[in-house]
Structure formats: C-alpha cells, structure tokens
C-alpha cells in the first residue's frame, strides 16, 4: 500500500508501505476512505518532535476490511470512524470518560499512521464506532473531522464548561479553534467570542457560531475580552494553540472561577504557579477523550445538523501529501484533507 513517511523534519514523502495484517485478536484492518494532516503533524516537520522515517497521521474514516476473532462491535462492511487515542473502552479509566487516558492508551500517530490506503487499528472494539450506515460522499469530510479535530474542540468546550447562558472565548484560530468554536455553539453558549487575525477563518468562526471577533493577542486580547465581558473576563476559555502567548492569553481571559478548557499541544510553555494560583480558575485539558464523544458526533454529522467537513480548505490526493504540509506549515491552509 502507499503511506505517508517522513523521513525528518521537512522531509515528507509518499511511498509503498506493508500492508497491515491482523497481530493481535482485537485488531481490524480498516481500508481507508479519507484521511488528512493535523496541526499536530507539523512539530515533527518543524522539527519540535523527532521524525525518523515515522508513519504519519493520526485521523481516520473508512470501511472494514478485516477483524480479529475477539472483535464484536464492528465487523467487515462496516464503515467506522476510530479516535486518534487506542483505547479499550473498558478500563476504569475508558469508563470515567477519559479513553485517552486508557490503560492501553496508544497514539496512532507515528505509530499506525493513518496517512495511508490501510491501517491495523488495535482494540477495535473500544476504538472503532460503526455509523448507520454507508455515508452519502459528502458527509466523509465531516465524519473524518469527528476523529480528531472535532472531537478535540468539543472536548476543550466541554473541558471549559461551555453552555447556556455562558460566554465562551475561543484563543486559537486553526481547525480545532473553529471546531471548538461550533461545539459551544451546539452546547448553547450565550455568546462566543473568536479570537482569530484571517479573515477566512473569521468568515467561518461565525459559520459556526461566533458572535464576536477579537484580533488582538496577548495583554491586549486579553484587555478587549474583559472590555466585552464587563470588566470580569469569559466564563469559558478554550485554548486552542499551545503556545506560551496563547496559554496565558487564555489563562487571563478567563474570569475568576471560570473554566478554561486547554487542547493545544504545548510545547515550551512554563506557567508560574503564583499567576495560575491568583488566577482562581478550573483548568482541565491534555489529549482529548475523543472516543467519549464520537457516537453523539457521528449522530449529528448523520443527520447534518453540523457541518465540520468545511474545516478542509484544501483537498489533494494521497500523492501530493508533501504539498499539504508545506501549504499548512506555510498557512496557506487550514486544514488539508487527502484524498484515497
């Protein structure tokens, strides 16, 4: 099969990969129908994580292929979305509702890597969510979304107590920034405020429901989120970025005991205890549960009462995956999506 490799920083190259087969009982080979380049994929190519000829992508829809003897709840025909986190789905922590925490938690990215025709997805059953049916083409893109970006910015509106009669502030405007952007929306957020400098993605931030839209960073996007709320800051924060401008951007709109939701991989980021400490905020975050939520957004994407898919502002074929790294790294795109 042809799969995604990239061999350092920079260095990213399509090529014939072994075709995965079943090791373990509880595995299923899924052949893919869509797949696509995360944010996250980026620190490898930036040279923040070490790539080393490492199978890339982490997101992933499509038909089942083949399953293990222990497999139950999917089985060959079915068309699945899987969490970008292995998870059992039964552990005690899978059943406290943080499956990315799962005691045989395993990133697929780097590892299974997704970028690819086929992939061995382990503990299928606790991973894999079957949909309804064989989704109409269209829906693909946003049922791709659901297994990572979706998923994560719902889980960072969630993790901020986003909903009705609260005023969520959104730090970040990529994929999951705008994604979390439509999870508060759908959790009946009072007003939701994008803090985004492109006009594109603003134009979407209120496609998905953003009421206000805030350019300015740092102490001063801090200063106009307390100027649109009163003096007190934001009930809800989402962080959706990682870096230390946005962490305490985030942090400072946040009002006293507000909720700040944290889902960008941060790297680099150093907090003093003492600002955290006056701050008087709940803070949760890290890898999202994503598997928590995927039967709910699956259901909303099946009855199109969401429409995450128009996160894709760039589609390519497997082929010319190089070409999407660079388009993002360049922020040429937001989000590519490629095609199998």
């Not at 399953?67 to 789905?89: A, E, L, P």
């Not at 693909?140 to 509106?157: E, F, N």
């Not at 508060?184 to 603003?202: D, K, N, V, Y």
């Amino acid at each position: 099969m042809r799969g995604v490799v990239m061999y350092k920083a920079g260095d990213v190259r399509v090529q014939d990969r072994d075709d995965p087969k079943i090791v373990e009982p509880t595995d299923a080979i899924v052949r893919l129908t869509a797949t696509c380049i995360c944010g996250s994929d980026l620190w490898p190519y930036r040279g923040v994580e070490p790539a080393d000829h490492t199978n890339m992508g982490h997101e992933y829809a499509g038909v089942v292929e083949e399953v293990g003897s222990d497999v139950k709840n999917v089985k060959v025909g079915d068309f699945v979305v899987g969490s970008f986190v292995i998870s059992d789905n039964t552990c005690e922590i899978c059943r406290s509702g943080y499956q990315s925490g799962c005691v045989h938690r395993e990133f697929v990215a780097q590892t299974v890597g997704t970028q690819a025709e086929k992939a061995r997805i382990p503990h299928a059953d606790g991973t894999l969510v079957a949909t309804p049916g064989q989704p109409a083409p269209e829906l693909i893109p946003s049922l791709l979304a659901a297994s990572d970006v979706l998923g994560t910015g719902w889980y960072g509106a969630v993790a901020a107590d986003a909903g009705p009669g609260r005023t969520v502030a959104v730090v970040g405007d990529g994929a999951v920034g705008l994604m979390a952007v439509l999870a508060a929306e759908q959790l009946g957020a009072e007003r939701i405020i994008a803090m985004s400098r492109h006009p594109e993605r603003q134009e979407l931030a209120r496609f998905y429901g953003a009421t206000d839209i805030v350019e300015e960073r740092g102490d001063e996007g801090v200063a106009k989120i307390k100027e649109l709320t009163g003096g007190l800051g934001a009930h809800s924060v989402v962080e959706a970025v990682g870096t230390q401008e946005s962490t305490m951007q985030a942090i400072g709109a946040t009002r006293p005991g507000g909720h700040l939701g944290f889902v960008g991989v941060n790297y680099d980021v150093t907090i003093q205890g003492i600002d955290l400490f006056f701050a008087g905020i709940h803070v949760e975050g890290g890898p999202a549960p994503v598997r928590r939520f995927l039967p709910d957004l699956i259901q909303l994407v099946w009855d199109r009462r969401i429409d995450p898919g128009r996160v894709f502002d760039l589609t390519l074929p497997l082929a010319e995956a190089a070409e999407g790294y660079k388009a993002m790294d360049e922020r040429r795109a937001t989000k590519v999506l490629l095609t199998l």
